[in-house]
């Protein structure tokens, strides 16, 4: 069997108040985000940053009923789920799903970043919210 997971794609970070995480980690990392995106479907505005390879995203409710304002709610803010990067997202889904494990959607979504994704019940992987991400193969920027 082959290697599944290539790496980590980013570590995503619920935050109560995007504009003043944003500052806190501009300090942190010395830079600026790269990106700022709304992801309506998952009720988010996300902010990326670069830290040499790695990315780190943070994630601001932009409805009380969304997973992030309901995961701050139960645990506050901090870190929300970690994202693997993989080649062939419903293939991975289809591995998983066979494993044994429960996937939170049925088909890869839209997600930031020019991505498709699919995340993994944290109850499957020891309370770790587990994202898969390919890169959109229609989309580039």
């Known amino acids: 069997m082959g290697?599944?997971?290539k790496k980590i794609e980013h570590l995503g970070i619920a935050v109560k108040d995007l504009e003043k995480s944003e500052a806190?980690?501009?300090v942190l990392f010395g830079e600026k985000p790269?990106?700022?995106e709304e992801v309506s479907s998952e009720g988010?505005?996300?902010?990326?940053?670069?830290s040499g390879e790695n990315k780190v995203e943070l994630?601001?409710?932009?409805d009380d009923n969304s997973p992030i304002a309901r995961f701050i709610e139960k645990k506050?803010?901090?870190i929300h789920h970690v994202a693997f990067a993989v080649d062939d997202i419903k293939?991975?889904?289809?591995?998983?799903?066979?494993?044994?494990?429960?996937?939170?959607?049925?088909a890869p979504k839209e997600g930031a970043d020019n991505?498709?994704?699919?995340?993994?019940?944290?109850?499957?992987?020891?309370?770790?919210?587990?994202?898969?991400?390919?890169?959109?193969?229609?989309?580039?920027e």
């Open 3 to 5: 290697v599944n997971f």
């Open 24 to 26: 806190l980690f501009s």
């Open 91 to 106: 293939a991975e889904m289809k591995r998983l799903k066979e494993s044994g494990f429960r996937l939170l959607n049925e």
């Open 76 to 78: 506050g803010e901090g």
């Open 44 to 50: 988010v505005v996300t902010s990326f940053f670069r």
């Open 59 to 62: 994630l601001q409710a932009t």
């Open 34 to 36: 790269y990106k700022r």
């Open 115 to 140: 991505k498709l994704i699919c995340f993994i019940h944290p109850k499957d992987s020891n309370g770790v919210l587990i994202e898969l991400c390919q890169d959109h193969p229609e989309k580039h």
